[in-house]
């Protein structure tokens, strides 16, 4: 699955995503379940408070997921670590901004949801993590 075929009204786990690692799959898994539910509250009426809910459980989940997976790269002497965790600092900053930033009635715009989907979940997973899978 390449990232310009990613509908994110279907976003659905397929087994070439996972790593091998079943903490980290597991945690992947669970990325892409906020992202669908991002995409379906979109849809949704009187839809602010719970988004503004499911993008602060967002920022909470891929904080965690970078620590555990940057523990687990350290564990496994992952060649590119440095790079890796530089990757996810710039990508959690970006996002802490672009939601400190944003009015809760534009959260969904195309750039923040693109931006999500693409980069935080879906592209950092396809572009940067596949290159550790071949470690587990």
Sequence with gaps: TSIETVDPLNLTWSDSFNSGHSKIDKQHRELLDICVMIMKTA????????????????????????????????????????????????????????????PTNELLSQTIVAFIINDVVMGHLLQEDIKFFHMF
């Design 43 to 102: 849809l949704e009426p009187k839809k602010a408070e719970k988004l503004t809910s499911i993008f602060s459980q967002l920022i909470k989940n891929v904080q965690v997921h970078f620590e555990s997976e940057e523990q687990v790269l350290r564990e496994i002497n992952y060649p590119d670590l440095t790079k890796h965790c530089e990757l996810h600092q710039k990508l959690l900053l970006k996002l802490a901004n672009i939601l400190k930033n944003t």
